[in-house]
């Protein structure tokens, strides 16, 4: 197993943009420094906590102050832009990284987002703007001039011109292309069986209780036997909620008085409760069903959901996570805004780096 980073980000809209890339610029190169393997980094535009409309533009930034970290987007939304800027952008991105990064992409649907872009929110719509998109920008990596004409998107790679010295040129570093993923956020995520059909990344994400987790699996296994393939769990990432203190009381106190319960009281409940359609928002968060709403607290969190403790504990607990869903290869703990807490921060990856992971590791190779 190895450890990455999902940075979202999280920051207080209060903040000022710039002190706050600057804050994550730092914990690039911290983590790098650690041995984090990679981080994943949001795609967001009316999301005043999430403040990140370009993910590639953070990523070509922290290549600058990293030596090994790969970085990922953490999702691009496609069905918000032209498959055509997309593929030179990311094409581009992947020389600027000599292969240094991954090609997350998704069909995220905030409502002020869809509005803003104007959008059809009918069921569906974005997703199926997401597949043909993808499927335009592999085409454009191969290079050969084609005219697609699609339900949503009309795009034309032209012949070459040589005499006058014009013609396509941005293919990717890495051939054919960066590795692509693609993100699942609920029990039994459809969007998964093209992970497994196609042989892409699958990565779940935080909003989900650890046993829906088996589910996700099982839909890549679905795809991927539709295909003929075979999917290697070490591929698989999963986002947890993650903090770890030199005692175990520590680390229970950081949390409960920092951001992690902070942003779960004032930002993740209102944003499910406002934007997740299903009869009950905060399912996700459950470890069983007929939970009710108002015991969904950060003392809750943290007896049921959050990893969180000294190293020995968060060491047994992710060693039970990897055994309860049959494997996985990445493990990314959820990237907040520590402010002037950010010791706190630092301490728990450096504990994540030097007693956590090595631990987890041998255990599996134990098991093994």
């Not at 997703?127 to 004409?149: A, L, V």
């Not at 947890?240 to 203190?245: C, G, L, M, P, S």
Request: with cysteine; charged share 25%.
């Amino acid at each position: 197993m190895e450890l990455g980073l999902f940075l979202m980000p999280l920051h207080y809209p209060n903040r000022p943009h710039y002190e706050t890339y600057q804050e994550d610029l730092d914990l690039m190169e911290y983590a790098d420094k650690l041995g984090f393997a990679e981080t994943w980094v949001g795609e967001h535009f009316t999301m005043p906590w999430e403040n990140m409309p370009s993910p590639e533009m953070f990523i070509a930034r922290s290549l600058g102050v990293t030596e090994q970290m790969h970085f990922g987007t953490g999702i691009s939304l496609l069905h918000y832009h032209d498959p055509i800027h997309v593929a030179h952008r990311i094409a581009q991105l992947d020389h600027l990284a000599k292969g240094r990064i991954y090609f997350g992409i998704g069909s995220g649907a905030i409502p002020t987002d869809i509005e803003m872009f104007h959008l059809d929110m009918e069921k569906g719509t974005t997703r199926e703007r997401m597949e043909e998109s993808i499927d335009i920008i592999i085409k454009i990596w191969e290079g050969k001039p084609f005219d697609h004409k699609g339900k949503f998107f009309h795009t034309t790679l032209p012949e070459p011109m040589p005499d006058a010295r014009l013609g396509f040129h941005m293919f990717p570093y890495q051939k054919p292309h960066p590795q692509i993923a693609l993100a699942g956020s609920s029990p039994r995520s459809s969007t998964l069986n093209m992970v497994g059909e196609r042989g892409w990344i699958p990565l779940s994400t935080c909003f989900l209780y650890d046993s829906y987790l088996p589910s996700h699996w099982e839909v890549v296994e679905e795809g991927a036997k539709k295909a003929g393939r075979t999917p290697d769990r070490d591929d698989w990432r999963i986002s947890r909620e993650i903090h770890v203190a030199d005692t175990t009381e520590q680390a229970r106190d950081e949390v409960i008085n920092g951001p992690i319960a902070k942003f779960f009281v004032d930002y993740w409940i209102p944003l499910m409760r406002g934007t997740v359609t299903t009869m009950d928002p905060l399912a996700s968060f459950k470890h069983e069903p007929d939970v009710p709403d108002e015991q969904i607290t950060p003392e809750y969190m943290l007896e049921h959901f959050w990893i969180v403790g000294d190293s020995d504990y968060v060491t047994d607990r992710i060693i039970k996570l990897h055994k309860d869903v049959g494997g996985f290869g990445k493990l990314l703990p959820l990237a907040h805004d520590w402010e002037e807490k950010r010791p706190q921060w630092y301490r728990s990856l450096e504990l994540m780096a030097k007693d956590v992971l090595p631990a987890v590791n041998q255990a599996i190779t134990n098991l093994h």
